[in-house]
């Protein structure tokens, strides 16, 4: 696979990997292997970043386009995002109240269907 779709399924800035990755191609092996073993610059990358958008949102607790609104487009650091998280800005403050509610609409249609479905296994 490409070294980009490995860096995604890595959860991993691809720039911030050594030039032998970008420059490669990764097997399914290769990338098996990575994640069950990681060498030390995959391990420090996870650690302390830079991290890609979608794990900066996850570790924020906000989506990709809430980073977009919030102004974040760059990867940051662990250390960045810490600090997001002590400064509490009041966009990332909205942004995880936005989030909560995403989760607890999608939640309660989860459980809607979850009913309807054992209406209908009781009727059949």
Do not use: C, D
Not at 6 to 33: H, I, M, W
Not at 63 to 82: D, F, H, K, M, N
């Amino acid at each position: 696979m490409k070294p980009a779709t490995a860096a995604k399924k890595l959860g991993v800035y691809l720039p911030a990997t050594p030039a032998s990755f970008q420059e490669g191609v990764v097997t399914r092996a290769e990338l098996n292997e990575l994640q069950a073993n990681p060498p030390e610059w995959l391990s420090e990358l996870r650690r302390n970043g830079p991290h890609p958008r979608p794990v900066v949102a996850a570790k924020l607790g906000v989506s990709i386009a809430g980073l977009a609104r919030g102004g974040v487009t760059e990867p940051l650091t662990t250390e960045q995002i810490e600090a997001l998280k002590q400064e509490r800005p009041e966009w990332l403050e909205k942004e995880r109240a936005t989030q909560a509610e995403v989760r607890k609409e999608t939640a309660r249609i989860k459980q809607q269907k979850a009913e309807k479905q054992e209406r209908a296994a009781g009727r059949g």
